[in-house]
């Protein structure tokens, strides 16, 4: 069974510009979550996503959004890009949840974002 | 508000020998908690699952504990090899937090 997969792998943009990343989740699983990894702050939960719903979401500003899409693939988005949105952007899967959890997490190799 | 500490932040040794990472959380009203690693600019890759209604999880030469009223689990790897260094990372879900809470890792190298 493939993993989760992420594209692009590397993207580099400019501050005020906006990106949009792409995760697939491991087939079967419906539920899809998104952390950013800073060396500063380590890896922080962004918003989680099931049935084309956002369940939760994490202390992030507004710039950063999400959706998924029925096939559960899911896409968050930055927009104004500032120099601290420098980071890898993780994106995991879950077969399920349970009540307000998510069961195991497999994730992503990552989208390594530099903001210039 | 949860928050997860991992000790120490790094840690040597050679090989072969068993060595134990130490995980604490401040709320214990956790649902589970998963033990990754990290290899230098990969993904996490998920090592143990443990259900909050656990006491230890154990696959290969791993084995994962949780205590869940001491606020405590432990990752103990046995006859440690070189292909073992990389950041280990706890992470915790629940304890009045929405997603997995991370440590900040433990940065483990094994010498040959």
């Known amino acids: 069974k493939a993993g989760v997969t992420q594209t692009p792998r590397y993207l580099i943009k400019t501050r005020g510009q906006q990106v949009t990343l792409s995760c697939s989740p491991i087939?079967?699983?419906?539920?899809v979550s998104w952390y950013q990894q800073t060396p500063g702050q380590g890896l922080q939960f962004l918003f989680e996503?099931?049935?084309?719903?956002?369940?939760n979401k994490g202390n992030f500003p507004g710039r950063f959004s999400g959706r998924q899409f029925s096939n559960s693939r899911s896409e968050m988005n930055v927009s104004t890009l500032e120099l601290g949105d420098s980071a890898l952007y993780l994106c995991?899967?879950?077969?399920?949840?349970?009540?307000?959890?998510?069961?195991?997490?497999?994730f992503g190799p990552g989208t390594r974002l530099t903001v210039l | 508000k949860q928050e997860v500490t991992q000790i120490p932040a790094a840690l040597s040794v050679p090989e072969g020998e068993n060595l134990v990472l130490n995980c604490s959380f401040t709320?214990?009203?956790?649902?589970?908690l998963q033990w990754f690693r990290q290899d230098p600019g990969k993904g996490l890759t998920s090592l143990l699952l443990?259900?909050?209604?656990?006491r230890e999880q154990t696959s290969g030469r791993l084995n994962a504990s949780l205590d869940k009223s001491s606020g405590r689990s432990t990752l103990y790897i046995a006859a440690s090899q070189p292909g073992d260094s990389a950041t280990y990372l706890c992470?915790?879900?629940?304890?009045?937090?929405?997603?997995?809470?991370f440590g900040k890792g433990t940065h483990l190298i094994i010498q040959p």
């Open positions: 995991a899967s879950s077969s399920t949840v349970t009540g307000r959890f998510t069961t195991e997490q497999f």
């Open positions: 087939s079967g699983h419906r539920s």
């Open positions: 996503y099931f049935s084309e719903t956002q369940r």
């Open positions: 709320d214990s009203a956790i649902y589970n």
């Open positions: 443990i259900q909050s209604s656990q």
């Open positions: 992470a915790a879900s629940g304890g009045g937090a929405d997603g997995l809470t």
